[in-house]
């Protein structure tokens, strides 16, 4: 069974730095892309950040460029999301997620992605 694990979530201050995790078992994903997307309150689910399955090209929605960082250790199955000068407008579930298919180009659209975490929930006080 594959699960997709998120940790790393909190409340901090605006200006504050988390880092989130996603631990994936149940089964290999060192040829997927993987990416993370994430749910404010009353919203639809938007993109964050994505990363090739060598890691060697990442994709960053404009909000986020320059201040979050993507990568992923294939060895432990993991990506992470390092994230830097946050903003009270970055609040919101983070979840998680491994393409559909192996080898495709790392992409911003949901539909591209079969399996996603329960989520990690980040709050950035004002």
């Known amino acids: 069974q594959v699960q997709l694990v998120e940790s790393g979530g909190g409340l901090v201050q605006a200006g504050g730095s988390l880092r989130l995790s996603c631990a994936a078992s149940?089964?290999?994903?060192?040829?997927?892309?993987m990416a993370w997307f994430r749910q404010a309150p009353e919203k639809e689910r938007e993109f964050v950040a994505a990363?090739?399955?060598?890691?060697?090209?990442?994709y960053y929605a404009d909000s986020v460029k320059g201040r979050f960082t993507i990568s992923r250790d294939n060895a432990k199955n993991t990506v992470y999301l390092q994230m830097n000068s946050l903003k009270p407008e970055d609040t919101g579930v983070y979840y998680c997620?491994?393409?559909?298919?192996?080898?495709?180009?790392?992409?911003?659209?949901?539909?591209?992605?079969?399996?996603w975490g329960q989520g990690t929930q980040v709050t950035v006080s004002s």
């Open positions: 997620a491994v393409a559909k298919r192996s080898f495709s180009a790392p992409a911003p659209t949901s539909s591209e992605y079969g399996y």
């Open positions: 149940g089964r290999t994903f060192t040829t997927y892309a």
């Open positions: 990363i090739k399955w060598s890691g060697g090209i990442t």
